[in-house]
C-alpha cells in the first residue's frame, strides 16, 4: 500500500546528493511534502512533520545521512501513540476483546484473523457473532470459524446484542477460554442508534480492550471515523484493515498522531493469516524500502515448528527428502497468507513485490494438482520418488486427472525443490540463498516481469 509513498522518499533521498547544501534539503522536503499530501496525510500533520525533520537535519549538519535518520525518527513518532502494542492478555480470567468498526471495513474478517493469530500461537480462542445489523454477519464468521477451527458463540434466536455478548462472556468462563473475540455491529456510516448499542454492549460486558477496525482505503475520512468512535465510546487499539490494498497510506500515518490510539496490527490479505503486529519502526523500515526482517521471521515462525525443521533439514541432508516433505513444505508457504506482501518484507525487494501483484500462490493451481497427484500415489511411491517408472507416472496421472505431462513436470519440480533444497543446508548455504536473492533482483529476471 506504501509503494507510491516509498518511491516518493526514495527520490526526495536522491535530491540530497551533497552535504551542507541548504537549497537541496529545501528540494527534498518539498518533495516530501508533495507525496505526504498526496498520500492523504493530514496538512497539519505533514506540516509538524517536515518542521521537525528540517530542524534535526539541519542541526546534525545537512545530508543524505541526517535527512533518513530525522525522517526515521518523526516518522516512528508519528505512528506511534501512548498504549499497548500487539496482543496482551489479561491479568486474570478471559481476556475479551471487542471488535468495533463501520460495515465492510472487514471487521468480520479481522476477528478471524486475530482468532487465528492466537491459535497459532496455542491460546484456547472463543469468538461470538454480535452483529445482527448485517444478514450475513453471522454466517460469515460461522464459516471462518469452521476454516481455522475455532469455536463459535452464536444464537439465531436473540435479537439484543447485549445478551448475545453477555452469553458468550459466560460460555468463555464456563469453558476456560483464555480469549474472547466478539464481533460487533457495524454501520456504513456513524449513527446515533449504533453507537448507543455498541456503547451499552461495552458497559455490560466491561471487556478488556476494544479494538477498532479501520480501512486503509478510506483517507481522511477514515481518520475522522476512528476519531469519533474513540470520543464516543472508548477504543483501546486500532486495526489497519486492507494494507495490501492500493489505499494511499494517509490512515495509516493519521491514526496514532490524530486520534491517540496505538496501531496494534495490520491486516494485508484477505485471508485468515494476513494478519501481523504493528510495531513502528519495522513499518517505517519498510516504507523507507529497506524491508522488515525481523517482521518475516516472526510470520514464519509462528507457522515452522522448529523440530519439524530440524528434521527436515536432517532429511534433505541425507538426501531422504520426499514428496510427503515436498507437500508439507508448500502448505507451509501456504499458511504464511499473502505471499506478496511477505516479499515487502525482505531488503530491496519492494520493488518486486509490485511486479508480482497478479501471482496468488494458493490460487494458482499448482499447489491443487501437486496434492492431487501426491494422493494418487501408494505410499511406497510417495516415500521413495525413485520407484516412479512410466506404467506408475502413467497410473499416477489417471487418478490425480492430470496429462502425464503434468506429472512430469511436477516430478521435475519436486526434483529442483530437493536439489535446492539439499544446497541450501550445506556449508554454503547462506551465500548460495544470497546468490540466487541477487540473480532474482537482477533486471534480466523473467520472474521481475
Ligand atoms: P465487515 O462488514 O466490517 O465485517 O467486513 P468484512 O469482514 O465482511 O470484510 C469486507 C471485505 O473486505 C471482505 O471482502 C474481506 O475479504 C475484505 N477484507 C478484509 N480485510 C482485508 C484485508 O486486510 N485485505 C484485503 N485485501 N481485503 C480484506
Redesign the pocket.
Known sequence: MFDALTSSFTSALKKLRFSDDTKALVKALDELKKSLLKADVHHKVVKDLLALVEADTKAAGIGKESFMRAIRTHLEALLTAPGRQGFVYAPSGVTTILMM??????????TG?LANYLKTRNKKVLVAAA?LQ?MA?VE?LRQIATSIEVDIYYDETQKDPVAVALAAQKKAKEGLYDVLII?TA?RLAIDEALMQELASVKKALNPFEVFY?ADSLTGQAGVNTAATFHEKIGIDGVIL?????DGKGGVALGIASQVGVPLRFI????KMP?LEIFIAGRIVSRLMGEGDIEGLAEKTSAIIDEKQAKKITQKIKKGQFNFLDFLEQLEAIKKMGNFKSMLGMIPGMSGMSQALKDVDLENSGEIKQIKAMINSMTPKERMDPEVLNNSRKQRIAKGAGLSQIEVNRVIKQFGNAAKMAKRFSGKNGMKDLQNMMSQMGSPTNRMGR
Open positions: 468498526g463501520l460495515q465492510g471495513s472487514g471487521k468480520t474478517t479481522t484473523k452483529d448485517r454477519a460469515q464481533d457495524g477496525v484493515s486492507k494494507y495490501d490494498g491486516g494485508s490479505g484477505e494476513d
